[in-house]
């Protein structure tokens, strides 16, 4: 069966500074139209950053559309100032826990919802973390609280519903299979 939409005609919803929203009126694979709302993003990184003695980074921030702080691993968008995902990892980990990387890997990408955005984003494991020498300026409007946790303690937060964040979830199942 043949699945794919084909686009028969679009209009642009709003152009931002992290996202761009189109309306598009679609072709179905029955012949019948229909319309879609797409969000579009630039691509994003998570980072599972250990600290030496095996301990997650993380960070706690206010996020508006939950309405909630939340507990999150390191993330940010590539945007100009990044020529790769690579160089997004170690930007984000200046401007947000402070800490440059020895050792940059990249773990996996996926899609963070399918249902209404093309945002990619690529998980990564960062270890060997140095505090860095010339810190870059946080985002504007970025509070942030950078804490430390093991993998049993970051697990119950999982459990507890202290972490819903599903890259952050990812991360931490990735690092305890990791262990395995």
């Known amino acids: 069966m043949d699945f794919e939409e084909r686009v028969v005609g ?11 929203v189109e309306k598009q009126t679609v072709k179905l694979p029955d012949g019948q139209t229909s319309f879609r709302e797409i969000v579009h993003h630039s691509g994003a990184v998570g980072i599972l950053a250990l600290t030496k003695d095996n301990k997650i ?6 996020r508006a559309p939950v309405k909630k702080t939340t507990i999150e691993i390191p993330a940010g968008k ?4 990044d020529s790769s995902f690579h160089d997004t990892v170690v930007r ?17 990408g996926f899609y963070s919802s399918v249902g209404f955005s093309d945002e990619f984003m690529k998980l990564y494991l960062a270890e060997d973390l140095e505090p860095v020498k010339n810190q ?4 504007k409007g970025e509070f942030l609280e950078v804490f430390e946790k093991t993998m049993d303690e970051a697990i119950q937060m999982i459990a507890d519903g202290e972490i819903q964040d ?7 199942q990735y690092w305890q299979l990791m262990q395995k």
């Open 10 to 20: 679009s209009e642009k919803i709003y152009d931002g500074a992290i996202i761009n």
């Open 57 to 62: 980074i993380l960070e706690k921030q206010w």
């Open 78 to 81: 590539v945007d100009g100032r």
């Open 92 to 108: 984000e980990l200046n401007e947000e826990i402070r800490y440059v990387p020895k050792t940059i890997k990249e773990l996996y």
């Open 136 to 139: 870059l300026p946080r985002d």
């Open 166 to 172: 599903a890259k952050t979830i990812t991360a931490i």
